[in-house]
């Protein structure tokens, strides 16, 4: 076999196809935009076709009846370290009580975005808008599951789908899905990250900053001792995300923009909730819920207490990474041409003057 996918846009980058091959015939590499597409060596290929099986591209998800509410933890601490209303800890805190472990997105010690399995939630919070890497997550969570153990997984819809298609029917496995725009590039991310440090360490960088009460649409960093922050508006990086010109080409086809995919959760920002509950928003963020299963019904039952909740309709909640994926510019395509290449962050002054004005 010469390939997993037929056209690079049903490429979403999640690695089963690597994980499944029974003669690990295909690894994981980076394109030259940064995004990981599985390589098959034909010298050990057997041709057996698994991974096409496996692949999440081969099979459309299910879409099932949802409910819809609005989130917001009663806790201001935990409120300030979340980026929308802390809906992911409230959930994952249900699911640890219940002897869980939870799989979700972080920043490493060089503020690489990858998953990883842990008790410990704190690293996860927080959104950060760049590809993250599964790595061997799917594997650990299969481990974990075996010995029937709760595995809590939050990711992105492509990210979710792929691991159910792994996995497939368990009771244990409960998937937290985002609503997702779509990702940055890692070779964008790291050569932006290299030009912003200089010569000196990133110590924090945060995407969505709640310090100005703006839903949190504030983007601050610390470089050694010097701590920024900017509006996203003010921030080139978040004005190329927002444009959406830095995305993997399968983020523009995206099929999961649906408020009613078979995931446990959906979760996002809940977008003009000020307009018909004004008594819930001031500005430091309120999480949209969507439970697509009875499990999903039962912890918002129980995260009440903690919580407030409040159950709306479907058109309230409706936003357009609901309905479409993000449209694909010609921008993109010269973004990528300017950045290809780049070493040591040489090319991205050029690249924010140029598509982050
Ligand atoms: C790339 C991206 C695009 C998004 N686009 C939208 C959007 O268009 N509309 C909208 O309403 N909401 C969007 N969100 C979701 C939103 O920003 C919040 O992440 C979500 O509301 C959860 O907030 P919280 O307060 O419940 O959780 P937090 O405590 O802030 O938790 C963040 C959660 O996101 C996960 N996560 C963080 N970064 C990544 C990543 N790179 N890849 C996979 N998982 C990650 C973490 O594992 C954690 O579970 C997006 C998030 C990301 C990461």
Same mark, same amino acid.
């Given at each position: 076999m010469d390939n997993v996918y037929v056209d690079k846009k049903h490429c979403c980058g999640c690695g089963v196809c690597a994980q499944i091959c029974p003669v690990h015939a295909i690894k994981m590499v980076e394109d030259e935009e940064g995004f990981k597409y599985p390589k098959i060596n034909?010298?050990?290929?057997?041709?057996?076709?698994?991974? &096409?099986?496996?692949?999440?591209? +081969?099979?459309?998800i299910k879409k099932v009846d949802s409910k819809f509410y609005a989130v917001r933890c009663k806790d201001e601490e935990l409120l300030k370290k979340s980026t929308s209303g802390g809906a992911f800890s409230l959930i994952?805190?249900?699911? =640890?009580?219940?002897?869980? $472990? $939870?799989?979700?997105?972080?920043?490493?010690?060089?503020?690489?975005?990858?998953?990883?399995?842990? %008790?410990d939630i704190s690293k996860m919070r927080k959104s950060k808008y760049v590809q993250s890497?599964?790595? @061997?997550?799917?594997?650990?969570?299969?481990?974990?599951? +075996?010995?029937?153990?709760?595995?809590?997984?939050?990711?992105t819809p492509c990210q979710c789908h792929s691991l159910k298609m792994l996995i497939g029917e368990n009771e244990n496995l409960i998937?937290? +899905?985002?609503?997702?725009?779509?990702?940055?590039?890692?070779?964008?991310?790291?050569?932006? /990250?290299?030009?912003? !440090?200089?010569? *000196?360490? =990133?110590?924090?960088?945060?995407? &969505? @900053? /709640? &310090?100005?009460r703006n839903d949190a649409h504030t983007?601050?960093?610390? $470089?050694? *001792?010097?701590?920024?922050?900017?509006?996203?508006?003010?921030?080139?990086?978040?004005?190329?995300y927002n444009k959406c010109l830095s995305y993997r080409p399968s983020c523009y086809e995206c099929s999961y923009c649906s408020a009613d995919n078979d995931f446990d959760f959906t979760i996002? *920002?809940?977008?003009? =909730? %000020?307009? #018909? !509950?004004?008594?819930?928003?001031?500005?430091?963020?309120? +999480?949209?819920?969507?439970?697509?299963? %009875?499990?999903?019904?039962?912890?918002?039952?129980?995260?009440?207490?903690?919580?407030?909740?409040?159950?709306?309709?479907?058109?309230?909640? %409706?936003?357009?990474?609901?309905?479409?994926?993000? /449209?694909?510019? =010609?921008?993109?395509?010269?973004? #990528?041409?300017?950045l290809v290449g780049s070493k040591n962050g040489e090319k991205i002054q050029l690249i924010l003057k140029k598509y982050g004005q």
């Open positions: 034909p010298e050990i290929c057997t041709d057996c076709g698994r991974c &096409r099986k496996k692949c999440s591209a +081969s099979s459309e994952a805190k249900e699911v =640890i009580n219940e002897g869980g $472990i $939870i799989c979700g997105a972080v920043f490493d010690e060089n503020f690489k975005v990858k998953h990883i399995l842990s %008790e890497d599964i790595e @061997d997550c799917f594997e650990k969570i299969e481990n974990e599951l +075996s010995k029937g153990r709760k595995v809590l997984f939050s990711g998937t937290v +899905s985002l609503i997702c725009r779509g990702v940055h590039s890692p070779l964008l991310w790291e050569e932006y /990250k290299n030009w912003l !440090k200089g010569e *000196d360490e =990133i110590k924090s960088y945060d995407f &969505r @900053d /709640k &310090r100005r983007v601050a960093y610390t $470089i050694g *001792d010097k701590e920024t922050a900017v509006t996203m508006n003010e921030d080139p990086l978040s004005r190329i996002g *920002d809940f977008w003009g =909730i %000020e307009k #018909f !509950k004004p008594e819930m928003y001031d500005g430091n963020g309120v +999480s949209l819920v969507i439970t697509h299963s %009875e499990y999903a019904e039962k912890i918002i039952e129980k995260v009440k207490d903690e919580a407030i909740v409040y159950e709306c309709s479907k058109e309230q909640a %409706e936003q357009t990474a609901l309905k479409e994926p993000a /449209k694909e510019s =010609i921008l993109r395509k010269l973004l #990528f041409k300017d």
